[in-house]
């Protein structure tokens, strides 16, 4: 029986790497359509119209949005090779250390690449809390879920992989020092290893010359906002 | 059965929401009250990465984030389900859940805030109620169809400690008519047995939460 599964991305979303990266673990064939999030299509705003972002999995009239979301409807609807564990504990700490990630170390990672001074140097100060963390949790393991390469944690931080390295270059700042997080080197090594992954990430150059001018966007907006604030001070 | 302990303090609706699954599920907790000026050793074992409440202990192991633990009490006491049992509207409330957490913030920020930060806090929470009148709730009696669920308490502690916030801060945006939908569905939500028996005191609450603001903005 053919179901159709659609899903609408962004070439360099993490939150999209998710979505294709599970499917494609499971084995779900699906039809990929790229959107121009910077030129939002009407087929998205109808699809998505609370948040208007991308991911959005279509499953014949079923509309799903928000990644994590998404991860749990697809480890619902197609059960092998399961993402995440059975036990109601492990699950939990799957699903607390996938919220961290986006909430602590996204957030504070990307601002160390757009702000400067006092600001840049807490960003960047947060940013190794939130890894230190995070290595911790994986200290001891090859793979967060344990044995298991294909867990959800592997899923939902493994943009770090390749994300972070590249707004180490854009920023000249380091994050990933193997001396202080061996674990997650070792982790992040075999996973773009992984010939799955390896297949669905884009050319390293491609990423480059995108986020060179998206951190030249984010500092503007932030000047113009910091421009703005001071009007209404005065 | 292994012992279930809840860390809390009684002025958050992030533990109130634990309070209300762990009744609906009849499932029998020692309360440990936490002092939050003055955190508890335990406390920060259990939760060494947030340092918060609520946090449950099953056993003695610990499960922090009010809505992680949410999952988790459905997932582990699985009488009285408080999640749909299809996989498309279990994501439907796991995305109304994830709003939930991303924009009620809006509120807790109104608390904090005075002046023009407070007008801005005001429009995203407006904005918030908004959304969830019109594409969250429709003319359902809870978010799931008829009976309460984990959508419910992540919303029900937003909009209740919101009716009480909008007395401390001195603000109105939560009307009737520009909410009809949700201002029915709060009374409802009240009117729930396990809830209604387990709602802190609105009195009491304005008057501790006016202090806590008091306290606030004099160390701002």
């Known amino acids: 029986m053919a179901t159709k599964v659609k899903v609408l991305g962004f070439w360099c979303s993490p939150f999209v790497f998710r979505v294709v990266w599970a499917l494609k673990l499971k084995g779900v064939e699906f039809e990929y359509i790229e959107e121009d999030v910077f030129n939002k299509s009407t087929r998205l705003l109808e699809l998505n119209p609370v948040h208007k972002k991308v991911p959005v999995l279509v499953h014949d009239d079923k509309v799903i949005v928000e990644s994590f979301v998404i991860l749990e409807y697809i480890d619902e609807t197609w059960p092998q090779d ?64 344990g044995e298991n390469k294909y867990a959800y944690l592997e899923i939902a931080i493994g943009w770090i992989n390749y994300l972070l390295p590249i707004w180490e270059e854009i920023a000249s700042i380091q994050f990933l020092d193997p001396k202080r997080f061996p674990a997650i080197t070792a982790w992040k090594s075999k996973f773009l290893d992984n010939p799955l992954i390896k297949e669905t990430l884009p050319p390293r150059e491609k990423l480059l010359i995108y986020f060179h001018e998206r951190v030249k966007q984010w500092e503007i907006d932030a000047t113009i906002r910091e421009l703005a604030e001071t009007k209404l001070e005065n | 059965m292994a012992e279930v302990k809840l860390h809390g303090a009684l002025l958050s609706p992030f533990v109130y929401r634990v309070i209300w699954a762990l009744k609906l599920k009849g499932v029998p907790y020692e309360f440990v009250a936490e002092d939050l000026s003055n955190k508890s050793a335990l406390l920060l074992k259990h939760n060494p990465v947030h340092k918060k409440i609520p946090v449950l202990v099953h056993g003695g192991k610990p499960v922090c984030e009010s809505m992680v633990i949410l999952e988790y009490i459905e997932e582990t006491w699985p009488q ?141």
């Open chain 1, 82 to 145: 399961p993402l995440l564990p059975q036990d109601p504990y492990e699950k939990a700490t799957a699903r607390f250390w996938a919220k961290f990630a986006d909430e602590k170390l996204m957030q504070t990672a990307c601002k160390s690449t757009w702000t400067k001074g006092e600001e840049k140097e807490d960003a960047l100060k947060a940013t190794m809390e939130a890894l230190e963390k995070i290595e911790g949790e994986l200290k001891g393991k090859s793979y967060f879920g």
């Open chain 2, 80 to 220: 009285n389900p408080l999640m749909p049992n299809n996989p498309y509207d279990r994501a439907l409330a796991r995305f109304w859940i994830k709003f939930a957490e991303d924009k009620g913030v809006a509120v807790w920020k109104m608390f904090r805030s005075t002046g023009q930060e407070l007008q801005n806090t005001m429009k995203e929470a407006l904005e918030m109620l908004q959304t969830v009148e019109e594409h969250g709730l429709g003319e359902k009696k809870f978010f799931n169809g008829d009976n309460i669920g984990l959508v419910d308490l992540a919303f029900g502690s937003i909009v209740y400690w919101l009716q009480v916030i909008e007395d401390v801060a001195g603000v109105k945006i939560f009307e009737s008519h520009k909410f009809p939908h949700l201002h029915a569905w709060i009374e409802n939500f009240k009117q729930v047995p396990v809830i209604e028996e387990k709602l802190p005191n609105q009195d009491e609450l304005l008057v501790a939460l006016k202090l806590r603001r008091e306290q606030l903005m004099a160390s701002a």
